[in-house]
C-alpha cells in the first residue's frame, strides 16, 4: 500500500496549517495525502426539545466540492473524504480505509480548558486509536513549514515503555527524514539523573540514537512542562515527540497534565506516540 497520512481537516486556520504541513512533510516520502472531513448535524435543544438544524440541501455537495478543491491545490497526490457519520465511526472508518502512517491534525490555540475540549476534539485519538498523532499548531509560520531538522524527543527517565504496534510505524518516518533527534528528560534541581531506563528502551525500538555520543540530556525545572519547551527553545527544535503512557509526570494533575500543557503553549509541530509502561 501506499504510504499515507490521514489529515483530519475542517476550513479553520489549524486545519489549513496541518495540511501545508503535512503535504511537506508527505513530499520527501512520497506519501499521499487523504483529508477527512466529519459532518454530523448535531441537535439543538428548543423548548419543543431535540431538533435537528435545517440545512441548506447544497451544503453537503458544495462543502465536498470545496474539499476536493483543497486536496487538488496540495503539492502532492491528495484525495478528500466527507465522512457523515458520529466522531468515532468515521474515525474506524477512514484508519480501516488507509492504514495511515500516521493521523494530522491542527492544533488550535485557547484560553481555558472548555475552549480546549471545544476546539481540539482530536487530542485523544492517540490513546483511543494507538495510531501516531501529529499536532501542527495553529499560528506556525511559513518559514517552519518544513520536514523537521532537529527533533526533542521527552522521555522520563526512569520508565521503560513499549510503543503500541501502530506507533512503531512513525520510525521509519524519521529515520527516511535523516533529522537529528535529540533525547531529554526533566529533572528537578538536585535530583539524581536516573536509571536511564526510558532512555535505552527508546534506543532498543529505534527512537533515539545508539550512535555513541548520544545520551540522555538532562534539563532542570521543577515544572516537567516547562522543561520540556524551555528543551526546545535552548535546542532550536522544530519538531517535539512526547510519549502519551497515561501516567507518571506526562499525566501529573497539577494544572492539567504535562501533554495539555505544552500543546497549550508549543511552538512547533507536536507528535504524539502511544505507549504502555514496561516494568
Excluded at 82 to 93: G, H, K, T, Y
Excluded at 176 to 205: H, N, R, W
Excluded at 227 to 237: I, P, R, S, T
Amino acid at each position: 500500500m501506499q504510504p499515507n497520512f490521514v489529515v483530519l481537516t475542517d476550513f479553520s486556520l489549524a486545519a489549513e496549517r496541518a495540511r501545508v504541513y503535512a503535504a511537506a512533510l508527505a513530499t520527501p516520502l512520497k506519501a499521499d495525502l487523504h483529508l477527512i472531513h466529519v459532518f454530523l448535524p448535531q441537535p439543538i435543544t428548543t423548548e419543543y426539545g431535540m431538533v435537528l438544524p435545517v440545512l441548506d440541501d447544497q451544503y453537503v455537495p458544495a462543502t465536498r466540492r470545496s474539499l476536493q478543491q483543497v486536496a487538488a491545490s496540495l503539492p502532492v497526490h491528495a484525495t478528500a473524504e466527507l465522512l457523515e457519520s458520529d466522531w468515532p465511526s468515521a474515525i474506524e472508518q477512514a484508519l480501516h480505509q488507509h492504514h495511515p502512517l500516521l493521523l494530522v491534525s491542527g492544533l488550535t490555540a485557547t484560553s481555558g480548558y472548555l475552549d480546549e475540549w471545544l476546539s481540539n476534539r482530536t487530542l485523544p485519538l492517540v490513546h483511543q486509536t494507538g495510531f501516531p498523532m501529529l499536532l501542527v499548531p495553529e499560528h506556525l509560520p511559513d518559514a517552519a513549514m518544513h520536514p523537521p531538522r532537529r527533533v526533542v524527543l521527552a522521555l522520563e527517565a526512569d520508565q521503560a515503555f513499549t510503543l503500541e504496534p501502530a506507533a512503531t510505524a512513525v520510525i521509519p518516518v524519521l529515520q527516511a527524514l535523516e533529522c537529528e533527534i535529540i533525547s531529554v528528560t526533566v529533572l528537578p534541581p538536585g535530583a539524581p539523573g536516573g536509571t536511564g531506563a526510558g532512555f535505552a528502551a527508546a534506543q532498543a525500538c529505534g527512537l533515539a540514537s545508539a550512535t555513541p555520543g548520544h545520551e540522555l540530556r538532562p534539563v532542570l525545572s521543577e515544572l516537567p512542562a516547562s522543561g520540556v519547551l524551555q528543551a526546545v527553545q535552548e535546542l532550536n527544535a522544530d519538531l517535539l515527540v512526547l510519549l502519551d503512557q497515561g501516567h507518571g509526570w506526562m499525566h501529573k494533575l497539577v494544572s492539567g497534565s504535562v501533554i495539555d500543557h505544552v500543546l497549550r503553549y508549543t511552538k512547533v509541530p507536536v507528535l504524539l506516540l502511544s505507549a504502555r509502561p514496561r516494568e
